[in-house]
């Protein structure tokens, strides 16, 4: 009887096999390149050419972020402070540090200190500074605990599935405008009084900040209301204290925040 098949069908199960491994080789391997800190920069920590803490200088002296990075609500783009911001301070303490030096030539002869960078989005994306932060997002989200940080790291990955779990879900994140440089922020430190208060005196009143939290948590619309109805109501729903939940909720809907999660919001 004639053979059915041709002889090099004998070892089609082993080639099968041998592309099949190869296969799960090469998906594994990509996955695991793509979610290695490696590749997400999570910890990335280049030396500076001047060793400047953050951890002294934020964490300890409670400067403002930004004082040295003074266009990070104004502009697109973040900066580092010139080397006349670092001398408003050095011209009369540690005036003479060895570890100054640097800071000192780029004043006298005005080249920039050469720091390197830490934080950088690839060139096809897009992302704005000011927009973020003039909507309550905190440098803390982003950068991690920066007061804390002797030499700052990368503490995020900044990849995509990254930034649309916020964009999907930004309440989580809000924080009111004061506290988005405040590394101790606690929404239950805030007083609910006050925090109703400033939003009243944006133009927003009881009704509509009523209106947002029943239609947040699903409660049936009551139409109306006073300010101790509200207060009555974020304490019944939420507690005596303040939850971020609370805050967020009312602040994306003050502030009518909807980020969007289509390609071409920062793929540009």
Not at 121 to 150: A, K
Not at 207 to 228: H, K, Q, W
Request: proline share 7%; charged share 20%; with cysteine.
């Amino acid at each position: 009887m004639p053979q059915f098949f041709p002889r090099w069908t004998n070892t089609l199960p082993l080639k099968i096999v041998i592309c099949l491994v190869l296969l799960g080789t090469g998906v594994t391997a990509a996955v695991w390149i793509t979610f290695t800190p490696k590749y997400t920069r999570v910890g990335y920590q280049p030396g500076q050419p001047v060793p400047y803490s953050h951890r002294i200088h934020v964490g300890e002296l409670g400067m403002d972020c930004r004082y040295c990075h003074s266009f990070a609500e104004t502009s697109s783009h973040s900066n580092v402070p010139t080397a006349e911001t670092c001398m408003n301070c050095h011209r009369q303490v540690k005036a003479q540090s060895p570890n100054l030096a640097p800071v000192r030539e780029a004043y006298a002869t005005g080249k920039p200190v050469e720091w390197v960078r830490v934080h950088k989005s690839p060139d096809y994306v897009y992302f704005n500074h000011s927009v973020h932060l003039n909507r309550g997002i905190s440098c803390q989200d982003c950068h991690g605990r920066v007061d804390e940080m002797e030499v700052v790291h990368q503490a995020e990955p900044h990849s995509m599935g990254w930034c649309l779990e916020c964009h999907r879900n930004p309440s989580k994140k809000l924080r009111p405008l004061g506290e988005v440089v405040n590394f101790d922020y606690d929404p239950a430190s805030l007083e609910r009084e006050a925090f109703y208060g400033d939003l009243m005196a944006e133009g927003h009143d009881a009704p509509e900040l009523i209106a947002a939290l029943e239609r947040a948590n699903g409660l049936a619309p009551s139409g109306s209301g006073d300010f101790g109805s509200l207060m009555t109501l974020a304490e019944k729903t939420f507690g005596e204290t303040m939850k971020q939940e609370e805050v967020g909720q009312q602040l994306q809907s003050a502030w009518g925040i909807h980020p969007p999660e289509h390609c071409s919001a920062c793929h540009r």
